[in-house]
């Protein structure tokens, strides 16, 4: 009781609650992606192969082939390799896709109550006038035409990315890095079949 009062008279107490329940989010979710992603051997087996390939194709780009006909060969191997990887990525990104089913359900859960606990009330100020959308959605449902005053939703949308974002480097969750090349679940499409 002592320390919840001694919170509420810090000038920042309730930026500070909106970190920390950011951070303790972020590390509930790495949690159940770790039980549900991380830790089962599809996933391992499907980050070597993305690792293995990207290396090899980044190996075979940075050979110089002489003849011509070295040269064909060489696109052809480029292109199996890279459609290989292409199709691990994508594997990997639907293998993810089920746990981030549930990670949203937390995150939903948490900002609902956030947004009960929070609603129209001023958790920080911005150091600068936000411009256009930037500025709704930093003032959002907040009274006043103060433009500086901070919103708790975009604090926390701010902290989970950034908290989240480098939880998972952190801790070695980041997704391969032949991964993010490959273009995962939704690629562009290839410039060489039009």
């Not at 390799?81 to 948490?110: M, P, Y």
């Not at 920080?124 to 936000?130: D, E, G, R, S, T």
Request: positive net charge; charged residues 20%; glycine residues 6%.
């Amino acid at each position: 009781m002592a320390t919840t009062q001694m919170l509420s008279s810090l000038k920042y107490s309730d930026s500070l609650t909106v970190v920390g329940i950011s951070f303790c989010t972020a590390v509930v979710c790495e949690c159940i992606s770790w039980i549900l992603i991380y830790r089962t051997n599809s996933y391992k087996s499907l980050k070597f192969s993305i690792d293995k390939a990207s290396k090899k194709l980044e190996t075979m780009k940075t050979e110089n082939p002489t003849k011509i006909s070295n040269k064909k060969s060489k696109t052809k191997k480029i292109d199996r390799v890279e459609t290989s990887l292409k199709e691990s990525s994508r594997d990997l990104s639907l293998f993810k896709f089920k746990s981030g089913a549930v990670v949203a359900l937390v995150l939903f859960v948490v900002f609902g109550l956030l947004n009960s606990l929070f609603e129209g009330k001023v958790v920080a100020k911005l150091p600068f006038k936000p411009l256009g959308i930037v500025m709704k959605m930093s003032h959002r449902g907040l009274q006043g035409d103060d433009s500086t005053d901070c919103s708790m939703a975009f604090l926390y949308f701010l902290c989970s990315i950034s908290i989240r974002t480098n939880l998972q480097k952190f801790l070695g969750f980041s997704p391969p890095r032949g991964a993010a090349a490959a273009g995962g679940l939704f690629p562009m499409p290839d410039p060489k079949t039009n």
